[in-house]
């Protein structure tokens, strides 16, 4: 049963709808946003980030990596941003 929604920023969404990122948006829909909507915050590609992104949660996918917040109480999973690993946490 999903628990949570997804929600998308505009910024992310731009991004993953970009030339670069095309192809990863179907995978992330029809993989990942399957195991956020369930639960966003545990599993094997799932980490709590620290220091200045407390708050922020990452999930590993290949070599990319999606950033989000959780609203506990209204049950979202805010998407922010992607990144490539190597730049994720620049």
């Known amino acids: 049963m999903d628990k949570y929604r997804i929600a998308e920023a505009d910024k992310y969404f731009d991004k993953v709808n970009s030339k670069e990122f095309g192809r990863l948006y179907q995978k992330i829909s ?10 966003p915050f545990f599993g094997p590609n799932i980490k709590k980030l620290k220091g200045k992104y407390k708050g922020v949660y990452r999930f590993r996918t290949g070599d990319y990596r999606l950033f989000y917040k959780i609203e506990k109480f209204e049950l979202i999973v805010f998407m922010f941003d992607i990144e490539s690993r190597q730049g994720a946490y620049k």
């Not at 029809?30 to 639960?39: A, S």
């Open 30 to 39: 029809e993989d990942v946003y399957p195991i956020l909507r369930r639960n």
